[in-house]
């Protein structure tokens, strides 16, 4: 996974990319983007986005751990 664009004064547009993943059977994959604040113990996580290679809006300055949660539903 990828981001680009990910520095910059908020309000600001990140680009994912969920490229190089992949099912072994070809089946299709439920994407799901998390950003979770940096630093704080109790942040939940936010849900970004579920589509494989979105653009996401931050509105708050802070530092965001993005993480991508990649699922075979079948």
Do not use: C, M
Request: proline share 5%; aromatic share 6%; glycine share 6%.
């Amino acid at each position: 996974a990828t981001a680009e664009n990910n520095i910059g004064r908020a309000p600001l547009e990140v680009k994912l990319s969920s490229a190089g993943t992949s099912d072994k059977d070809g089946d299709a994959l439920k994407y799901q983007w998390f950003a979770i604040e940096a630093g704080n113990p109790n942040a939940s996580r936010k849900l970004l986005s579920e589509e494989a290679h979105p653009e996401v809006r931050f509105e708050n300055a802070g530092v965001y751990n993005v993480e991508l949660v990649v699922t075979d539903p079948s």
